[in-house]
């Protein structure tokens, strides 16, 4: 069970990029995903978690009404939308599934099956 998060780059503030999380192995569709950064010198930071459907979303307030999190199952990913990117939002974002039960989309600890993160640079 590995994940692997891709679509990072270097942008300008205000600009846009879509981050994608491919699953090997297993079946996106059958589990809540969560996206989390870290910046440097930096704890990792809960974003965005998506639940089986795209109704069940959460964001932290910081991106709220900036990130989108969405998922397609078909081609067994999930998007992590981000618009209007700020300097703030430089960190490396990773990917993650919770472990099963009841989970924090903030915790860190409540989510396994990191796989390697992707770099968003925004410069002002």
């Known amino acids: 069970v590995q994940l692997q998060a891709s679509g990072g780059g270097s942008v300008q503030s205000g600009e846009s990029l879509r981050l994608s999380c491919v699953a090997s192995g297993f079946s996106l569709e059958n589990y809540d995903i969560g996206w989390f950064r870290q910046a440097p010198g930096e704890e990792r930071q809960g974003v965005s978690c998506v639940g089986k459907s795209d109704a069940e979303v959460y964001h932290i307030e910081s991106v709220r009404g900036r990130f989108t999190i969405s998922r397609d199952n078909a081609k067994n990913t999930v998007y992590l939308q981000m618009n209007n990117l700020k300097p703030e939002d430089t960190a490396v974002y990773y990917c993650?599934?919770?472990?099963?039960?009841?989970?924090?989309?903030?915790?860190?600890?409540?989510?396994?099956?990191w796989g390697p993160g992707t770099l968003v640079t925004v410069s002002s």
């Open positions: 993650a599934t919770p472990h099963p039960g009841d989970y924090d989309c903030r915790s860190e600890a409540d989510f396994r099956s």
